[in-house]
């Protein structure tokens, strides 16, 4: 079954030996959870010993009608699992029914339900900037109508402004997914870490007719280590050519990274590697090391060489947290790699200009001679 929609659930009723009048009602208690669309009774059930608020469904059609002997009826009750915290696996939600005429006539049944949403979110940075995107798609091939999101959080100087039009209905489906995107906004850095948020809205089902009126999911999430600490810019140029940005397949040309720390933190070194996978270039030296960090800023000087023509994205090198732990009498230094939003990348999406080889004159000359 598919929470956060009502489903209908048929009870049937087989009349014994004795008529049933028409006070007979059915008393409905479901569990933490579980919507039921039916009247309410405020009042406890003493009879079982709990607080809980029960639903009743009346039996006879009119005060004039009885259920005879050996009379079947069927009573549909609409119940659906709330969404109010959002789980990734299945929910649980129990029903009774219980009679009203006879508290040992009782039926109990328990119903898992599928999520209809997957939820997820990721951290963007620009810089200094942060920005929080929460992607929400569907687990089946119900369509719902999205709307009212907002995203919250448990420090009152962290300021999330949505970046999607206000007012904005989406739709979500098989073949569909919502997007929303916030900006986060820090009134002071004096913020602690982790932050936790809370992310809300509002949908409805475009499918199942008995879902008129819009239901609420919540989804909670962490932002752990999301402050920039550090800022790279690589620089690729021509090693024999002076600054000029434009290299040549199979000639050795220079990469500059220049690393600024913008935090408080103590950063006095960091661990680099060059990705060994990449196959646009060739690093002929050292593909790893350490850089000292002097008044919060460093620059890294390598050579490489470009397999490739065309326009070809800047070499990939990895930077990792270098710490000490002292165990039996020395100090050991330990490598971690950094969260996401910690090291911003200027130049992740900057190009290369790479042009083919110009062909040796030699060859030309007796390609020549030849003919």
């Known amino acids: 079954m598919l929470g956060g929609v009502y489903h209908d659930i048929k009870v049937i009723l087989q009349v014994g030996t004795k008529p049933i009048t028409n006070e007979a009602k059915l ?88 999520n209809p949403f997957k939820i997820v979110h990721k951290i963007h940075t620009a810089a200094k900037k942060k920005f929080i995107q929460v992607l929400v798609s569907s687990n089946s091939k119900v369509r719902f109508e999205l709307c009212e999101p907002q995203v919250c959080s448990d420090c009152p100087d962290v300021e ?23 900006q986060i906004n820090l009134n002071t850095n004096n913020i602690e870490q982790p932050l936790k948020c809370n992310f809300q809205f509002e949908y409805k089902s475009l499918v199942i007719q008995q879902q008129q009126a819009k239901s609420a999911c919540s989804y909670d999430f962490t932002l752990e280590n999301y402050k920039t600490l550090l800022i790279s810019k690589s620089e690729v ?13 199979a000639s050795v040309c220079q990469m500059s990274v220049h690393i600024k720390n913008i935090s408080d933190r103590a950063i006095t070194q960091l661990h680099y590697q060059v990705n060994p996978a990449q196959k646009y270039w060739h690093f002929p030296g050292c593909n790893q090391g350490m850089v000292q960090l002097t008044n919060n800023a460093a620059t890294l000087t390598l050579e490489c060489v470009p397999l490739t023509d065309g326009f ?21 230094e330990m490598k971690e790699p950094f969260y996401d939003g910690e090291l911003y990348n200027s130049s992740r999406s900057l190009q290369v200009t790479v042009k083919k080889a110009p062909l040796k004159s030699f060859s030309i000359q007796s390609i020549q001679e030849g003919n």
């Open 27 to 114: 008393r409905v208690i479901a569990s933490d959870g579980l919507l039921v669309d039916l009247p309410r009774e405020e009042e406890s059930l003493a009879e079982a010993n709990s607080d809980d608020v029960y639903h009743v469904l009346t039996l006879a059609d009119d005060e004039d009608t009885q259920l005879n002997a050996g009379q079947t009826v069927t009573v549909v009750i609409p119940i659906m699992a709330q969404l109010l915290h959002y789980a990734s696996v299945l929910m649980e939600r129990e029903l009774s029914v219980e009679c009203s005429w006879d508290s040992s006539i009782m039926t109990t049944q328990m119903f898992t339900f599928h």
């Open 160 to 182: 999330m402004k949505l970046l999607n039009k206000r007012g904005q209905i989406l739709m979500v489906s098989e073949e569909q997914s919502a997007s929303y995107m916030w």
């Open 237 to 249: 140029h021509c090693a024999n050519g002076g600054k000029s940005s434009i290299c040549t397949v």
């Open 312 to 332: 070809l994205p800047h070499p990939a090198i990895k930077f990792m947290k270098v710490t000490e732990k002292e165990s039996e009498n020395e100090v050991i």
